[in-house]
């Protein structure tokens, strides 16, 4: 798992966007915001407050953007916006997960090849064996 607030969309069209919620008290509205690399708004996902919990949450997008027209491949940027029942924002963390294909250095930096592109080790924060289910994907 590494800290970032980037996803990388691909030929699939689908990618999940994975964050924590340090509390959750009832949570009254919530949005991830979805951005281009120029920093322009391509996607709002509302997920439905049940589907939120105390902890790592993991909502799925279908890489379609505002208007519901599919987005170009690439990398986007998110910002998960949470509120409770008496308008006050949430703290969130966001963070991805992937499998880790092999690791490479360059100029003294560790960085770990994720398949979608790289991750220096700077944003790793825990590193485990996959599930069975996870390393036949």
């Known amino acids: ?6 996803v990388t969309l691909g030929l699939d069209a689908v990618t999940n966007l994975s964050f924590y919620l340090a509390a959750t008290p009832d949570i009254n509205k919530s949005q991830i915001n979805i951005y281009n690399e120029a920093g322009e708004l391509a ?3 509302k997920p439905d407050s049940t589907q939120l919990k105390k902890g790592s949450n993991v909502i799925a997008w279908d890489g379609k953007g505002l208007g519901g027209v599919e987005v170009p491949e690439g990398t986007y940027f998110f910002e998960v916006q949470a509120f409770g029942e008496d308008g006050a924002k949430l703290d969130v963390e966001t963070f991805n997960t992937a499998i880790v294909q092999g690791i490479k250095e360059s100029n003294g930096v560790v960085y770990f090849d994720v398949g979608s592109g790289s991750v220096s080790s700077e944003y790793i ?7 069975k289910e996870e390393a036949s994907e």
């Open 43 to 45: 996607a709002i996902v």
């Open 125 to 131: 924060y825990s590193v485990r064996e996959p599930k």
């Open 1 to 6: 798992e590494f800290s970032t607030n980037t």
